[in-house]
């Protein structure tokens, strides 16, 4: 979801430029759910996505689920859910679970991996989301599923357990928004929120969803909007002890 002001096709990202971060479905042109590569053979996302998708059933079912990563057919072969993650869809932005899954490939990746921010100053740093879904503009929300890899960039609003972001207008005179400020839209769950520490770009953020302006939702994708997202840096034990483990 980008500015109304800034021009569609300046939001257009190269896959190549980020070959870590792939979708996780295909249905036509629209993609759904995505994640990032941590390690050659892992991959973080969102834990709902895993049931938004057809992996779930693929797993069940003793079978493994293809995915694309840097133009190369690789299998998930296992799922970790994080231990705080009920199942619970409708709670996920809930305090008291954790929306996160580590994804396992049959074999390793060759793509590079976007490394997971080990530090504690998130909070007012600008921050770069990717991913395939919904895109729109601000003044009226929700638009078109094009299949097309966007960026978006936003500022950290808050930061305790979860980083959260606010959608700014940038016909407010009070300099919030940035030259391409954004949020994640509809199927951009699991996506990463970019940090540029050292030089490089780590893994600060996993999107989880959007707090609805309204009741009935109808303020989805529009100025003001609120995103969450996990905070990578609160889990990097249990992470570890995934990889390490498994």
Partial sequence: MIRHDTGYTRYLASEGEYPGVFPLAQQGRRKVCVATLVAPQWALTAAHCVSETPMQAALA????????????????????????????????????????????????????????????????????????G??????????????????????????????????????????????????????????????LEDGELQLAGIAIGELARTADGTGAGRYGAIVVYERVSRHLEWIESVISDN
């Fill in 61 to 132: 079912d003793n079978d493994v689920y293809a995915v694309e990563v840097d133009r190369q057919v690789h299998d998930i072969d296992s799922v970790f859910l994080h231990p705080g993650w009920s199942g619970d869809m409708s709670g996920r932005l809930h305090s008291r679970q954790f929306d996160l899954a580590l994804l396992h490939l049959s074999t390793p990746s060759t793509a590079s991996v976007l490394a997971p921010y080990r530090g504690n100053s998130e909070s007012a740093q600008a921050m770069t989301f990717l991913g395939w």
């Fill in 134 to 195: 919904y895109t729109g503009i601000g003044t009226t929300g929700t638009s078109v599923a094009d299949g097309r890899l966007r960026f978006a960039q936003n500022t950290v609003m808050q930061a305790d357990d979860r980083l959260r972001f606010e959608f700014n207008d940038p016909r407010n005179r009070d300099g919030r928004a940035l030259e391409f400020e954004g949020i994640p839209g509809l199927d951009d769950s699991g996506g990463p929120a970019l940090i």
